[in-house]
T-cell receptor, first 116, second 112 residues
Framework: GAVVSQHPSWVICKSGTSVKIECRSL??????MFWYRQFPKQSLMLMAT?????????EQGVEKDKFLINHASLTLSTLTVTSAHPEDSSFYIC????????????FGDGTRLSIL | LAKTTQPISMDSYEGQEVNITCSHN???????ITWYQQFPSQGPRFIIQ???TKVTNEVASLFIPADRKSSTLSLPRVSLSDTAVYYC?????????????FGKGTKLSVIP
């Protein structure tokens, strides 16, 4: 149980393109979803937290107009990297969690984004 | 959020028991301790979570002393496939955003 599906797993695109990444909780309702970024040989860095139906809360230094997050349902959140540039190339990982009881976060398998 | 400290790396031979200790001196009363495993180019995978004493599941055990200022993840009889980065995290439980702050983790290398 507690499966999070992330799509696509890998994307290459030209500089200036906008890229959308989907994160779905397959067998649970994710009242809260998180988006992380991980650079090579580094740890995960939290980008933003979103609760279903609410605006996302962004971490300091993360541009909300560049990284658009939508969490319109209890099973789907999307991250759109707008006008992506080579420095946005990274490994993006989402996670979901229910709001009830003692439940940990469950992570997707990540999206490798390469901007040429 | 309580800060955690783990060894940067550990090596172990196949078949041995591996214990990874995490220090979290500033843990709060309502904080839980959670361990994740991450393979290259994959998202972290939940291993085990606990609050106090000992928790055991099908893949690992988690030992937490009475003062809860540290915790030890125990992996019995590791295999090559256990080579990964292991993260110890401390965060409050309950309803709400429940943010996780990832430290550098411990890179476990299992040697044949």
């Amino acid at each position: 149980g507690a499966v999070v599906s992330q799509h696509p797993s890998w994307v290459i695109c030209k500089s200036g393109t906008s890229v959308k990444i989907e994160c779905r909780s397959l067998d649970f309702q994710a009242t809260t979803m998180f988006w992380y970024r991980q650079f090579p040989k580094q740890s995960l860095m939290l980008m933003a937290t979103s609760n279903e139906g609410s605006k996302a809360t962004y971490e300091q230094g993360v541009e909300k107009d560049k990284f658009l997050i939508n969490h319109a349902s209890l099973t789907l959140s999307t991250l759109t990297v707008t006008s992506a540039h080579p420095e946005d190339s990274s490994f993006y990982i989402c996670s979901g969690r229910t709001g009830s009881g003692n439940q940990p976060q469950h992570f997707g398998d990540g999206t490798r984004l390469s901007i040429l | 959020l309580a800060k955690t400290t783990q060894p940067i790396s550990m090596d172990s031979y196949e078949g041995q028991e591996v214990n990874i200790t995490c220090s979290h001196n500033n843990i709060a009363t309502n904080d839980y301790i959670t361990w994740y495993q991450q393979f290259p180019s994959q998202g972290p995978r939940f291993i085990i979570q606990g609050y106090k004493t000992k928790v055991t599941n099908e893949v690992a055990s988690l030992f937490i002393p009475a003062d809860r200022k540290s915790s030890t993840l125990s992996l019995p009889r590791v295999s090559l496939s256990d080579t990964a980065v292991y993260y110890c995290l401390v965060a409050p439980e309950g309803a709400g955003s429940y943010q996780l702050t990832f430290g550098k983790g411990t890179k476990l290398s299992v040697i044949p």
